[in-house]
């Protein structure tokens, strides 16, 4: 379903838009587009397709550019979630440099127990252990836009903030738990400071 993001996108487009002085038609179309397909535009972004099709690189540069200009707006100051799966190789990379970055766009929360859920979502599909279960909580940061007024998540009741692709974060503390009733498997807390550039 590749193509879920520029479909939703563009259909967003060519509906009539009201502005609500902060989104303009085009910033409006992109987030929506991301909240609801993000997995899609994240996932284009992390294989570094070179040439971007055009929908794809309209909407990721709308968005770095929001971001550029409101961020630490709302989000600066709370602590913030983010629970995923990362390929083993992967999570080796960040313990061992002691610094997580993405070349895709971060979203978190400010609800831990949404972040929880996110851990072991689609687990079962991992029979061969091939990624790590990871629970990121980032305590310091400046660069966060929180998107929360057209978040769409449907039950994920906690803020949604996000950081452009490639914000660097340094690992500050490393531990193992477990999620009661659950999962079996071993979850690993990161906690996370934003690199702040001079």
């Not at 909407?59 to 990362?86: E, W």
């Not at 970055?101 to 996110?118: G, P």
């Amino acid at each position: 379903m590749e193509q879920a993001f520029i479909w939703f996108f563009r259909q967003i487009m060519e509906e009539e838009y009201v502005s609500d002085g902060k989104y303009s038609h085009l910033e409006y179309a992109a987030f929506k587009a991301f909240i609801l397909h993000s997995n899609d535009l994240c996932a284009y972004m992390r294989n570094q397709r070179n040439p971007l099709e055009d929908a794809y690189e309209t909407g990721i540069f709308t968005i770095c550019d929001f971001i550029n200009k409101n961020k630490g707006v709302k989000a600066s100051g709370k602590i913030l979630y983010r629970g995923t799966r990362l390929p083993n190789s992967i999570f080796e990379h960040v313990i061992q440099s002691g610094y997580y970055s993405d070349c895709a766009f971060l979203s978190t929360s400010d609800s831990l127990d949404d972040a929880k859920r996110f851990v072991v979502m689609d687990q079962h599909e991992d029979p061969q252990e091939t990624h790590t279960m990871v629970l990121f909580s980032i305590v310091s940061h400046c660069t966060g836009v929180d998107i929360s007024d057209l978040s769409l998540i449907h039950g994920i009741d906690g803020k949604e903030t996000i950081f452009n692709p490639g914000t660097v974060f340094k690992v500050m503390e490393v531990k193992q738990t477990f999620l009661p009733n659950e999962t079996a498997r071993i979850v690993y807390e990161i906690t996370l400071e934003e690199e702040v550039k001079n």
